[in-house]
């Protein structure tokens, strides 16, 4: 069973910058597709950006494209997500999460993520 640890949250002014890591285990291939999801209070849980694991295309939300990248480092056990020109709506909390196999043509819908971190929080001030 593949296990996730997010860290990097906090809070910060806005058009300043964060970076998330998820912590990944239990890796058995390269077949997963990695994601960051959010979920502000009283709002769905959404799809922030997705990269497959062993390489090729990340999608992102139309809401922040431009502004935030998905990355792995090289022993593809650590995902990043550098987000930066940080916006009060950007406010939520943030979980990495896991499709097994590919993200497909965009970033996949929410019941298709099989594991997920606890989350983190990230709190953008006006």
């Known amino acids: 069973q593949v296990q996730l640890v997010e860290s990097g949250g906090g809070s910060v002014q806005a058009g300043g910058s964060l970076r998330l890591s998820c912590a990944g285990s239990?890796?058995?291939?390269?077949?997963?597709?990695l994601g960051w999801l959010r979920q502000a209070p009283g709002t769905e849980r959404e799809g922030v950006a997705v990269m497959y694991r062993g390489g090729g295309s990340t999608y992102y939300a139309d809401s922040v494209q431009g502004r935030f990248t998905i990355s792995q480092d090289d022993a593809k056990t650590t995902l990043y997500l550098q987000m930066n020109s940080l916006k009060p709506e950007d406010t939520a909390m943030y979980y990495c999460?896991?499709?097994?196999?590919?993200?497909?043509?965009?970033?996949?819908?929410?019941?298709?993520?099989?594991?997920w971190g606890r989350g983190t929080q990230v709190t953008v001030s006006s």
């Open positions: 239990n890796y058995r291939n390269n077949r997963y597709c």
């Open positions: 999460a896991v499709v097994v196999g590919s993200c497909g043509r965009g970033i996949p819908a929410l019941g298709s993520f099989r594991y």
